[in-house]
């Protein structure tokens, strides 16, 4: 009955992965509680796939992958790419895969997904071309490349392990590596000829990356805002030394605007002092030898450093960037209908004191104004312009009854953050894939070290930063259904489908049983994990292979491919629930292009396994 029931909920949650009318992750959870409430599953075998170190490194690798994203090295080894390969867009794709081969090859087919994927978006839109078409031929190799060395995949050291376990010699580092290649290269070849038939091309919403259309380096640039910023410095006998910001209302008084502060550090040893910025505020008291930037006219700065007795500095292109910075930057803010600012001057309405930001510019129509601020009158459907520190204009966008700030202040909060530190993310990177590579700590403990140092070392912005990269959507599908392998094994359902192969084709002799083994094992590969999967064949095949008195080597080793094939399903491998969000994939793109590369490589493993592993 337990053996029915489970087939049953295999077979409608396969169903309902197809119809593609419900979530995946919702479709997992749904099985997963499916399994407890018949009494397959215990609460805890069923909740177990949570606390699975798979699951863990998964949510580690997304906030590795956006400190790659954040610090700018995606779109640096993207350009670099793009350099190498010309102006072929097909030179790029096979480089692109290469690549992928060669990273997989030393780690997880996890990792190498979740590290290439903001390197392969980043290409994606920067040639102008859907990430659709890249992501699933990324997982693709991706997997293939877990054939190319003995610690590339969890299938190829599990019957590395049932090997000696039985007294079998441990398969060596590279004795897949033959097999591998062959692999890759028939699947780089697929993949190069079917790349504009069978991959989606048309841009989905989920691929969108309109959250960096306003950045605010554009938004400086559209403003023409270097022609409004000026420095000037405060010397030991200039009389504004010691006034508060308020008292001095220069909006009112000289038409401008001071932004910001740069001042040295009165705290520890002056001999090599530090310099930081502050947010120009009501309260804010003016120091000898501060730095102040100031927007205006050129007429009405002069007036202003003429009275006070500042040096005059004018701005250079390259000082812009000074607007944006890891504390602070730039954002567009829009008026709502009922807003208490429509038809209010701007020094009237106090949106320093209250929001503590400066506005800098009105977008009226296509009219941008930057000058005697303090004097226009806000009208409905002005575009403002505002500055001041990234939290600010965080608190800001929350501001829903007066003003709607476009854009997403958050990631440009977050790469400004990250800004120039490419190099140490790029460091952080290697030092996991080593970590791997020389197995110094488990795989999962490895990558949870490198999220910990994108963390500490500033390469992402804070906590809320990393949990706003995870995308819990392929986590919660790839937990919930780690849990199937357990249900399959309990009610018997493996041990009843191999053994019905091995008699129906054990009179075809070793051949047929290696092509029995090798059809099975990739049938459930394509619904249960490549580790489960292995876990539960390997046994089957050594059995079989001493059963028969042949060499179990070639029976494992097809075990070990037939687990790593997984194209069919986006349940199949985690690495397909990672593409299946991000390139905005249906069930049915995974069948499409994954059935045709399975037919292929099962023709092609059959012939090179007896070949290299003879029986």
Same mark, same amino acid.
């Given at each position: ?223 023409? $805002? ?143 104004? $930057? ?133 129906? $084709? ?110």
């Amino acid at each position: 009955m337990q053996l029915t029931l489970t087939f049953l909920i295999l077979g409608v949650t396969i169903l309902l992965f197809m119809t593609n009318r419900v979530r995946p992750d919702l479709v997992a959870v749904m099985a997963l509680l499916a399994f407890v409430v018949v009494g397959i599953l215990t609460p805890q075998e069923a909740l177990a796939g949570f606390s699975n170190s798979v699951v863990i490194m998964i949510a580690g690798l997304f906030v590795v992958g956006a400190g790659i994203l954040r610090t700018g090295l995606a779109a640096t080894a993207g350009q670099l790419l793009m350099k190498w390969s010309g102006d072929s867009e097909r030179r790029l794709f096979i480089l692109l895969l290469v690549i992928v081969g060669c990273v997989g090859a030393f780690m997880s087919n996890t990792g190498t997904v979740a590290l290439m994927m903001p390197i392969v978006v980043s290409i994606a839109i920067s040639i102008q071309e859907s990430p659709a078409k890249f992501l699933i031929p990324l997982s693709f190799v991706a997997s293939l490349s877990g054939l190319m060395t003995l610690i590339a995949s969890p299938p190829n050291l599990i019957v590395s392990q049932v090997l000696v376990d039985n007294g079998f010699e441990k398969m060596s580092f590279f004795e897949l590596t033959p097999i591998g290649i062959i692999g890759m290269i028939v699947g780089i070849i697929y993949l190069v000829l079917v790349r504009n038939h069978l991959l989606p091309t048309e841009r989905k919403r989920t691929e969108t990356n309109g959250g960096y259309i306003l950045s605010p380096k554009k938004l400086v640039s559209d403003y023409q $805002l270097d022609r409004q910023l000026y420095t000037l410095t405060v010397p030991a006998n200039s009389s504004i030394i010691g006034q508060r910001l308020a008292d001095l209302k220069l909006p009112a008084t000289y038409y401008v605007c001071l932004m910001k502060i740069h001042r040295k550090s009165a705290e520890g040893l002056n001999l090599l002092p530090m310099t930081y910025q502050e947010m120009a505020g009501p309260e804010s008291i003016i120091q000898a030898d501060d730095i102040l930037y100031v927007q205006g006219d050129a007429q009405n700065i002069t007036r202003f450093a003429k009275d006070f007795s500042l040096t005059h500095v004018a701005f250079s292109d390259n000082e812009v960037s000074e607007l944006i910075t890891k504390q602070l930057g730039v954002a567009e803010v829009l008026l709502t209908p009922h807003s208490q600012f429509i038809n209010q001057t701007i020094s009237k309405i106090g949106f320093r004191e209250k929001y503590n930001l400066n506005i800098i510019g009105i977008n009226r129509r296509g009219g941008y104004k $930057l000058q005697n601020m303090a004097e226009h009158r806000l009208r409905f459907g002005d575009a403002i312009l505002v500055q001041g520190a990234w939290d600010e204009i965080e608190l800001l966008a929350r501001e829903t009854q007066h003003v709607v700030v476009i854009g997403q202040p958050k990631e440009h909060a977050s790469v400004a953050a990250a800004t120039g530190k490419a190099p140490l993310a790029g460091a952080i990177m290697l030092l996991m894939v080593l970590l791997m590579v020389f197995e110094v700590f488990t795989p999962v403990i490895s990558v949870l070290i490198s999220a910990v140092l994108m963390l500490v070392t500033g390469c992402l912005r804070n906590m809320d930063d990393a949990y706003g990269n995870m995308n819990f959507e392929s986590i919660v599908l790839v937990a919930a259904m780690l849990p199937m392998a357990t249900a399959l094994e309990k009610t018997g359902g493996m041990v009843v489908l191999s053994e019905g192969i091995i008699q129906v $084709l054990g009179n075809y002799g070793a051949y047929g049983v290696l092509i029995g083994i090798y059809l099975l094992t990739v049938t459930f590969g394509q619904f249960i994990s490549n580790t489960a999967t292995a876990v539960l064949f390997a046994p089957i095949a050594l059995s079989a292979a001493l059963a028969m008195q042949v060499s179990p080597t070639p029976f494992m080793v097809a075990v070990a491919i037939a687990a790593s094939m997984s194209f069919a399903t986006p349940i199949a491998s985690p690495t397909n629930a990672l593409v299946m969000t991000a390139g905005g994939y249906t069930f049915f793109d995974f069948v499409k292009i994954g059935m045709p590369l399975h037919i292929i490589m099962f023709i092609v493993m059959m012939i090179a396994v007896p070949i290299i592993f003879p029986f």
